[in-house]
């Protein structure tokens, strides 16, 4: 099966600085990557790359099937991006914002109403975008990308500014995901709360992914598999937390 995300020694250029300098990815369908690295290690450019706003200068970038190379918008009706901006407009309600949203991605209305009661919103759908807490305009975000039913999302730094109701909220989506065969990319600096989720976590250095840590959601999976097979996991060896280097 092709991954949802192909990456090979991918570069990105802010100006003359290498964002990127040679990311190797891929992902699949069911998985939660988590995207770790201090600030300006490039995190947030890969994500934009993904999403197609920004350019690949060099390098090989697949998303959702489509060479981002040659096409960097077709792919975007099956990927929805959560940033640091909601893009929503602050003189209309909560519902009109998300209606208005998913019928623009070509959704139906229901699609709305749905995304509106997963992220707890229902009583806040006739409040104006500009009267919302900074939580709630990440949950309406949030919505918006779940109206949308994308194959891929991306999240930067998604538990910003959220109340412990709305963390809750987010990471119930990131658990659902493997069920509703979307993957997900979340760039964060909350590892703890993260790597708890994620299935795999991606260390960015300097613009490199220098290497991949197996979280405990993966090693409970690989655990299973093992132990399901003809004579189990040798005894005296742990399942503990390994990395290994990018190529």
Same mark, same amino acid.
């Not at 790359?49 to 190379?69: F, Q, S, T, Y």
């Not at 305009?137 to 991306?154: E, G």
């Not at 909220?169 to 990319?185: G, I, K, T």
């Given at each position: 099966?092709?991954?949802?995300?192909?990456?090979?020694?991918?570069?990105?250029?802010?100006?003359?600085?290498?964002?990127?300098?040679?990311?190797?990815?891929?992902?699949?369908?069911?998985?939660?990557?988590?995207?770790?690295?201090?600030?300006?290690?490039?995190?947030?450019?890969?994500?934009?790359?993904?999403?197609?706003?920004?350019?690949?200068?060099?390098?090989?970038?697949?998303?959702?099937?489509?060479?981002?190379?040659?096409?960097?918008?077709?792919?975007?009706?099956?990927?929805?991006?959560?940033? &640091? @901006?909601?893009?929503?407009?602050?003189? =209309?309600?909560? #519902? $009109?914002?998300?209606?208005? !949203?998913?019928? *623009?991605? %070509?959704?139906?209305?229901?699609?709305?109403?749905?995304?509106?009661?997963?992220?707890?919103?229902?009583?806040?759908?006739?409040?104006?975008?500009?009267?919302?807490?900074?939580?709630?305009?990440?949950?309406?975000?949030?919505?918006?990308?779940?109206?949308?039913?994308?194959?891929?999302?991306?999240?930067?730094?998604?538990?910003?500014?959220?109340?412990?109701?709305?963390?809750?909220?987010?990471?119930?989506?990131?658990?659902?995901?493997?069920?509703?065969?979307?993957?997900?990319?979340?760039?964060? &600096? @909350?590892?703890?709360?993260?790597?708890? =989720?994620?299935? #795999? $976590?991606?260390?960015?250095? !300097?613009?490199? *992914?220098? %290497?991949?840590?197996?979280?405990?959601?993966?090693?409970?999976?690989?655990?299973?598999?093992?132990?399901?097979?003809?004579?189990?996991?040798?005894?005296?060896?742990?399942?503990?937390?390994?990395?290994?280097?990018?190529?």
């Amino acid at each position: 099966m092709q991954p949802v995300v192909r990456l090979r020694s991918a570069v990105c250029l802010l100006g003359r600085f290498p964002a990127l300098a040679g990311v190797d990815l891929d992902v699949e369908s069911g998985e939660v990557i988590l995207l770790s690295g201090g600030n300006g290690a490039g995190k947030t450019t890969l994500l934009r790359l993904i999403a197609g706003l920004v350019r690949l200068h060099e390098g090989e970038a697949e998303v959702l099937g489509h060479d981002l190379a040659h096409d960097r918008s077709s792919h975007r009706h099956e990927l929805a991006f959560v940033g &640091h @901006e909601t893009f929503c407009y602050d003189d =209309l309600t909560v #519902r $009109e914002n998300l209606v208005f !949203a998913t019928r *623009a991605a %070509g959704a139906d209305v229901a699609a709305a109403d749905a995304a509106l009661e997963r992220v707890g919103l229902e009583r806040s759908a006739g409040v104006t975008h500009a009267r919302l807490s900074a939580g709630q305009r990440r949950r309406l975000a949030l919505a918006v990308a779940l109206s949308r039913d994308p194959r891929l999302l991306l999240l930067d730094e998604p538990h910003a500014g959220l109340d412990v109701e709305g963390r809750g909220v987010l990471d119930a989506v990131l658990q659902a995901s493997a069920s509703e065969n979307r993957a997900v990319l979340v760039a964060s &600096h @909350e590892l703890d709360r993260t790597r708890a =989720l994620a299935t #795999r $976590e991606v260390v960015l250095t !300097a613009g490199q *992914a220098t %290497g991949t840590i197996v979280t405990a959601t993966e090693r409970s999976e690989g655990a299973r598999r093992s132990n399901e097979r003809p004579g189990g996991r040798r005894p005296g060896i742990p399942a503990g937390e390994r990395v290994r280097p990018e190529r």
